[in-house]
Nanobody, 125 residues
Framework: QVQLVESGGGLVQAGGSLRLSCAASGRTFSTYAMGWFRQAPGKERGFVATINWSGSIRYYADSVKGRFTISRGNAKNTVYLQMNSLKPEDTAIYYC??????????????????WGQGTQVTVSS
């Protein structure tokens, strides 16, 4: 079994920054892609960013491109989401997810196998 635990959420003013972390445990993540998704009140969970196992491929939703950066720790079992220039519309619960698929990325929510419990990010105007 795989466990994912997010941390780093909080309240920040517009224009500020936050760094989310996702720690994975339970199995080797040698062939797992990781992703970040978010869900605002009354909306469906949507894709934010994804990274492959080696960290060589990263892909972002248009709404966060140029402001957010996804990365993996050296041990590959931790993934980060650096969020800069935050906007009120970034307010949501942020979830990290993992899917086993070789050294590739994945943007589709339904294809992910493991999910964290989520961390709240609130951006005030």
């Amino acid at each position: 079994q795989v466990q994912l635990v997010e941390s780093g959420g909080g309240l920040v003013q517009a224009g500020g920054s936050l760094r989310l972390s996702c720690a994975a445990s339970g199995r080797t993540f040698s062939t797992y892609a990781m992703g970040w998704f978010r869900q605002a009140p009354g909306k469906e969970r949507g894709f934010v960013a994804t990274i492959n196992w080696s960290g060589s491929i990263r892909y972002y939703a248009d709404s966060v491109k140029g402001r957010f950066t996804i990365s993996r720790g050296n041990a590959k079992n931790t993934v980060y989401l650096q969020m800069n220039s935050l906007k009120p519309e970034d307010t949501a619960i942020y979830y990290c997810a993992a899917v086993r698929m070789g050294d590739k990325i994945e943007t589709t929510y339904a294809k992910y196998d493991y999910w964290g419990q989520g961390t709240q990010v609130t951006v005030s105007s």
